[in-house]
């Protein structure tokens, strides 16, 4: 018997006043904690929900409990096929309409040294310029990088849910190209 899915839309359910709701998405366990806990950590203005999942899409049955997702980001490590193979299916599942502006990948365990990486750059690059979204890439690995990583999703997130007087998600595109 097969499971009832939904595509997750960004405008199907109503915005919550002062509330920005984000979903982290990756076979990542614990990169998935790290940048939930780092973005709870700082303080704001508004409050920020946090759902996160292995890969989409989402079970129907919980549905009417959902919120409405501001943001999405698909962490991708770069060790792991497995990372990339899984994000490149949950893209699938998602409206249209959360690549303005929306949608965020997240690439770790890039930058440093000469290390084999499983996932060439180049190939999550495409996938960001193909559904004209943003890449940041960090390594994750030391408070630093995790701390300043969050504060930049958490930046694009007061955007996405708008919070930002005069700034539409659109805008988040413009922000930087690649780190």
């Known amino acids: ?3 009832n899915t939904v595509t997750l839309k960004p405008f199907d359910k109503m915005p919550v006043l002062n509330v920005a709701t984000l979903l982290l998405v990756g076979s990542e366990e614990g990169y ?14 508004f409050e920020v ?9 989402l079970a129907f049955e919980r549905e009417h409990l959902r919120p409405r997702f501001d943001m999405i980001v698909f962490l991708i490590n770069l060790h792991s096929q497995y990372s990339l193979s899984t994000v490149v299916s949950s893209i699938a599942i998602l409206d249209a309409n959360f690549f303005l502006g929306k949608v965020c990948f997240l690439a770790t365990k890039g930058r440093h ?15 960001a310029d193909q ?12 408070e630093d990088d995790v701390v300043c ?13 708008g919070l930002v007087p005069g700034i539409s998600s659109l805008y988040t ?6 780190e």
């Open 173 to 178: 595109g413009s922000i930087a190209k690649y």
């Open 149 to 161: 990583t969050a504060k930049r999703l958490l930046n694009m997130l007061r955007i996405c849910a």
């Open 113 to 127: 040294g000469n290390v084999q990486h499983a996932v060439d750059i180049s190939i999550v690059k495409d996938l």
């Open 32 to 45: 998935r904690e790290l940048i939930a806990k780092a973005i709870l950590r700082e303080m704001g203005t």
């Open 1 to 3: 018997m097969a499971c």
């Open 131 to 142: 559904y004209l979204s943003l890449l940041i890439q960090t390594e994750l690995d030391n």
């Open 49 to 57: 929900k946090i759902h996160m999942t292995a890969s989409l899409p």
